[in-house]
């Protein structure tokens, strides 16, 4: 059951995947009016070593929280479309091998895939042939790193490595037999692969951000790849994470800050005027993804020491406060300093606010009013 909420002061985000499986969408304040909330429980998806690793595995058009582990190459995915049931396998990847999920056979679910940066070797497991493993190697090597991407428009994610020593680029094209295609000095230097659909023609752009400089650079397919810079404010400690969030169908620029939790937004649809969020904290790992289905990405964070998703769907502007069945009502209602409490923490917000209930296990009752939805 999917709702909004309706003349209401505040919007409840849980964050439990209990709540999920009974059919509610971790969408803003999912429930019928009147329904009670009590002895709440939710599930721990990752923990020490588990990276994220979140996409659309099943296909439903919502991104689905997932975790990769290097040790052992085990993935372990909740599928929003069967209620966000984990399902797991090991010994999809291993030491070495990093993380490149994405649609490498076009039938619009994610594919499980690992690359190894020592030999250049690829191994996706493809979900349109039964999760058939194909491999290849030499596509990349020492000093490239990854930057899957659909390159050439054909809805395939197409295998593609960057080099920052020399700013290299290589892409195998799966629209021309995966024949290698390059690009000389596109970026070299401290600066990190970020290549996204820039200028809406349903093919992914070329582009690094550096950190250090505060500079985005892209080389636009629709303007026959030339380059376009952006610069910002001191980015140090920023990582970069582009996607389309106010769903224009154009990739938006966004930064993160992990020791202060803010993300800067600039979307597209609004001139690139920068947004910021306060979201995450010390130890939560930036996480973007379309998780309620709406067509436009999300943003979300992960805590690697317990296994902690937090989703922010839908929440820019206003501010976002936090319960935990850890927390005490004397703290600040912060991701770091959570309230314990509903009915306190419902007493300190205002029109526009977000309240955030953390997995763990409450016995408070809450009613919740002013909600609508349909079955």
Same mark, same amino acid.
């Given at each position: 059951?999917?709702?909004?909420?309706?003349?209401?002061?505040?919007?409840?985000?849980?964050?439990?995947?209990?709540?999920?499986?009974?059919?509610?969408?971790?969408?803003?304040?999912?429930?019928?009016?009147?329904?009670?909330?009590?002895?709440?429980?939710?599930?721990?998806?990752?923990?020490?070593?588990?990276?994220?690793?979140?996409?659309?595995?099943?296909?439903?058009?919502?991104?689905?929280?997932?975790?990769?582990?290097?040790?052992?190459?085990?993935?372990?995915?909740?599928?929003s479309g069967a209620s966000y049931l984990e399902v797991s396998k090991v010994g999809?990847? $291993?030491? $070495?091998?990093?993380?490149?999920?994405?649609?490498?056979?076009?039938?619009?679910?994610?594919?499980?895939?690992?690359?190894?940066?020592?030999?250049?070797?690829?191994?996706?497991?493809?979900?349109?042939?039964?999760?058939?493993?194909?491999?290849?190697?030499?596509?990349?090597?020492?000093?490239?790193?990854?930057?899957?991407?659909?390159?050439?428009?054909?809805?395939?994610?197409?295998?593609?490595?960057?080099?920052?020593?020399?700013?290299?680029?290589?892409?195998?094209?799966?629209?021309?037999?995966?024949?290698?295609? $390059?690009?000389?000095?596109?970026?070299?230097?401290?600066?990190?692969?970020?290549?996204?659909?820039?200028?809406?023609?349903?093919?992914?752009?070329?582009?690094?951000?550096?950190?250090?400089?505060?500079?985005?650079? $892209?080389?636009?397919?629709?303007?026959?790849?030339?380059?376009?810079?952006?610069?910002?404010?001191?980015?140090?400690?920023?990582?970069?994470?582009?996607?389309?969030?106010?769903?224009?169908?154009?990739?938006?620029?966004?930064?993160?800050?992990?020791?202060?939790?803010?993300?800067?937004?600039?979307?597209?649809?609004?001139?690139?005027?920068?947004?910021?969020?306060?979201?995450?904290?010390?130890?939560?790992?930036?996480?973007?993804?379309?998780?309620?289905?709406?067509?436009?990405?999300?943003?979300?964070?992960?805590?690697?020491?317990?296994?902690?998703?937090?989703?922010?769907?839908?929440?820019?502007?206003?501010?976002?406060?936090?319960?935990?069945?850890?927390?005490?009502?004397?703290?600040?209602?912060?991701?770091?300093?959570?309230?314990?409490?509903?009915?306190?923490?419902?007493?300190?917000?205002?029109?526009?606010?977000?309240?955030?209930?953390?997995?763990?296990?409450?016995?408070?009752?809450?009613?919740?009013?002013?909600?609508?939805?349909?079955?």
């Amino acid at each position: 059951m999917n709702g909004t909420l309706t003349n209401c002061r505040w919007r409840l985000l849980v964050v439990g995947l209990v709540l999920w499986s009974q059919g509610l969408s971790p969408a803003v304040g999912d429930t019928q009016p009147g329904l009670w909330a009590q002895n709440l429980s939710a599930a721990i998806l990752g923990g020490n070593g588990f990276v994220p690793v979140a996409k659309d595995y099943d296909g439903d058009a919502k991104a689905d929280p997932a975790v990769y582990l290097e040790t052992n190459g085990q993935w372990r995915v909740l599928l929003s479309g069967a209620s966000y049931l984990e399902v797991s396998k090991v010994g999809w990847g $291993g030491p $070495g091998y990093v993380a490149v999920p994405n649609d490498y056979d076009g039938d619009s679910k994610t594919d499980p895939a690992v690359y190894l940066a020592s030999n250049g070797a690829w191994q996706a497991w493809l979900s349109g042939a039964d999760y058939l493993l194909v491999a290849v190697t030499n596509w990349g090597g020492p000093g490239f790193s990854p930057a899957s991407a659909d390159y050439d428009g054909d809805a395939l994610a197409d295998p593609a490595v960057y080099s920052a020593s020399n700013g290299a680029w290589r892409a195998w094209l799966s629209s021309s037999g995966y024949m290698p295609i $390059g690009a000389a000095d596109w970026g070299s230097g401290a600066f990190s692969a970020v290549p996204a659909d820039y200028d809406g023609d349903a093919r992914a752009d070329p582009a690094v951000y550096s950190s250090a400089q505060a500079i985005w650079r $892209g080389w636009l397919s629709r303007m026959e790849y030339a380059r376009s810079e952006i610069y910002g404010s001191s980015g140090t400690g920023d990582s970069a994470w582009p996607a389309d969030y106010d769903g224009d169908k154009l990739a938006d620029i966004a930064l993160y800050t992990e020791a202060s939790g803010n993300w800067k937004v600039f979307l597209s649809g609004s001139g690139y005027r920068e947004t910021n969020v306060i979201f995450g904290g010390s130890g939560y790992q930036p996480v973007v993804g379309d998780f309620d289905g709406t067509g436009s990405s999300d943003i979300a964070v992960y805590q690697s020491l317990t296994g902690i998703w937090a989703f922010a769907v839908d929440a820019a502007g206003g501010r976002v406060f936090y319960v935990a069945a850890t927390g005490s009502d004397s703290n600040d209602g912060s991701l770091t300093s959570p309230w314990a409490t509903l009915g306190f923490g419902s007493r300190q917000l205002q029109p526009g606010d977000t309240l955030i209930l953390l997995p763990g296990e409450y016995s408070e009752e809450v009613r919740l009013e002013g909600i609508s939805g349909e079955a």
